[in-house]
């Protein structure tokens, strides 16, 4: 809740590797973009400002891909 609450931040997204290929992705919005649309793309789930995914792939290799989709989004 902090990161959402600074000033001009849209959309948070926490990255956290759970293996050697598998990234865990949470995403949390004030209300613009609903990430829950987002998270769906990489057959994830939620709600409209917290939702997340499962990505088989290192932190780097999903860090490519999300931001590549959230350029696409915003």
């Known amino acids: 809740k902090f990161l959402r609450s ?8 926490i990255f956290t590797e759970v293996g050697s290929q598998k990234t865990r992705v949470n995403f949390r919005s004030n209300s613009k973009v609903d990430v829950a649309k987002l ?3 990489f057959e994830g ?9 499962l990505i088989g792939e290192n932190i780097s290799g999903a860090k ?3 931001f590549a989709q959230i350029k696409k989004v915003i």
């Open 6 to 13: 600074i000033q001009g931040i849209e959309l948070v997204v």
């Open 64 to 66: 490519g891909k999300i």
């Open 45 to 53: 789930g939620g709600h409209r400002q917290a939702s997340g995914c």
């Open 39 to 41: 998270a769906k793309i």
